[in-house]
């Protein structure tokens, strides 16, 4: 796993999760996104595991990146809009032939 990113802003400290390469509409290449979450006890208790699970997404291991991706939406008060997107995407490669140059990219679109 990459390095925790750390940010303080106006004495909050904030760490960065990795939500996935990323392409932008319009765009060719793909960036790295990351979303700036509150380095706090709660957000803690999934960040890890959040990491884990797209570790294993990225690597084709769907089955183990699901049961991590289900385990942050458990922890998490409100759930996980990320982790339910992989789920998503985990239930949609299921459902179909992987392609044999798939990448785990998330493109936008207006």
Same mark, same amino acid.
């Given at each position: 796993?990459?390095?925790?990113?750390?940010?303080?802003?106006?004495?909050?400290?904030?760490?960065?999760?990795?939500?996935?390469?990323?392409?932008? &509409?319009? !765009?060719? /290449?793909?960036?790295?996104?990351? +979303?700036?979450? @509150? #380095? *706090?006890?709660? =957000?803690?208790k999934w960040f890890d595991i959040f990491?884990?699970?797209?570790?294993?997404?990225?690597?084709?291991?769907?089955?183990?990146?699901?049961?991590?991706?289900?385990?942050?939406? &458990?922890? !998490?008060? /409100?759930?996980?809009?990320?982790? +339910?997107?992989? @789920? #998503? *995407?985990?239930? =949609?490669?299921?459902?179909?032939?992987?392609?044999?140059?798939?990448?785990?990219?998330?493109?936008?679109?207006?």
């Open positions: 796993m990459k390095k925790t990113i750390k940010l303080t802003i106006n004495n909050c400290e904030f760490i960065c999760r990795e939500v996935d390469d990323l392409i932008v &509409e319009g !765009k060719r /290449n793909s960036v790295k996104g990351f +979303e700036a979450i @509150l #380095n *706090n006890e709660d =957000n803690r990491h884990k699970g797209l570790k294993y997404y990225t690597s084709k291991e769907f089955i183990d990146a699901k049961a991590e991706f289900s385990k942050v939406i &458990e922890l !998490k008060f /409100n759930g996980d809009n990320l982790s +339910e997107l992989h @789920l #998503n *995407n985990y239930h =949609n490669i299921l459902n179909s032939n992987l392609p044999k140059n798939w990448q785990p990219i998330i493109e936008t679109r207006k």
